[in-house]
């Protein structure tokens, strides 16, 4: 089992910035791949950003839309996974939740959907105010 508990969540403006952090407990976490995905009321559970790594090498995915203003990280020593967001918008406005999930092949296709995580935190909401 893996736990997860997102924190860093908040009411922020418009071209503003936020840092999420995902906080892991139980199983090794460096041998998991991390996502974070989010919803909005009323919408599917979208994807948002993965991270993912093959010996020394890491590579991260993201959704067109959070391209060049998301970046997710990870620390391992710390067994947390980061989601840097700026230059927020009204419609980012969603809980975010954080993922842990087999690495596989595939790519960004592959992390992108919802089956690849078995364990998911709790979510924390973030509000974009125009």
């Known amino acids: 089992q893996v736990q997860l508990v997102e924190s860093g969540g908040g009411l922020v403006q418009a071209g503003g910035s936020l840092r999420l952090s995902c906080a892991a407990s139980?199983?090794?976490?460096?041998?998991?791949?991390m996502g974070w995905f989010r919803q909005a009321p009323g919408k599917e559970r979208e994807f948002v950003a993965a991270?993912?790594?093959?010996?020394?090498?890491?590579?991260?995915y993201y959704a067109d839309s959070m391209k060049g203003r998301f970046t997710i990280s990870r620390d391992n020593a710390k067994n947390t996974v980061y989601l840097q967001m700026n230059s927020l918008k009204p419609e980012d406005t969603a809980v975010y939740y954080c993922?842990?999930?087999?690495?596989?092949?595939?790519?960004?296709?592959?992390?992108?959907?919802?089956?690849?995580?078995?364990?998911w935190g709790q979510g924390t909401q973030v509000t974009v105010s125009s």
């Open positions: 991270i993912s790594w093959s010996g020394d090498r890491t590579y991260s």
């Open positions: 139980g199983r090794t976490f460096s041998s998991y791949a």
């Open positions: 993922a842990a999930g087999r690495q596989g092949y595939g790519g960004y296709n592959y992390y992108s959907d919802l089956r690849p995580y078995d364990y």
